[in-house]
């Protein structure tokens, strides 16, 4: 059974910095491309973030526009968990943050159950 489970979460003054961790178990990590999206209440859940694994072992890491320069992803193969470091939090960054997995690029097979960020003075 594959299990994302997320972590990291929780509240933060505006400008501050957060990093969600999403443990992965289940699945060949190294063979899938990670992301991470956000939903609020009543909208569409939004992409943030997704890095995948090319040639030569490189990292190739894309990023939503609204958090270009702000957020990096990253992942650690060896603990099969990816990471979202955020950094400048803006109020508009609050959401519900989830990882997910998939083999190829616009197929997300698994999902976290995802985690609170709340960005709020």
């Known amino acids: 059974e594959v299990q994302l489970v997320e972590s990291g979460g929780g509240l933060v003054q505006p400008g501050g910095s957060l990093r969600l961790s999403c443990a992965a178990s289940?699945?060949?990590?190294?063979?899938?491309?990670m992301g991470w999206f956000r939903q609020v209440p009543g909208k569409e859940r939004d992409w943030v973030a997704s890095?995948?694994?090319?040639?030569?072992?490189?990292?190739?890491?894309t990023y939503g526009d609204s958090v270009k320069g702000r957020f990096t992803i990253s992942r650690d193969n060896a603990k099969n968990t990816v990471y979202l470091q955020m950094n400048s939090l803006k109020p508009e960054d609050s959401a519900k943050y989830h990882c997910?997995?998939?083999?190829?690029?616009?197929?997300?097979?698994?999902w976290g159950q995802g985690i609170q960020v709340t960005v709020s003075s």
């Open positions: 890095i995948y694994i090319g040639a030569s072992s490189t990292n190739y890491p």
């Open positions: 997910a997995a998939g083999p190829w690029v616009g197929s997300w097979l698994y």
């Open positions: 289940g699945l060949t990590f190294s063979s899938y491309r």
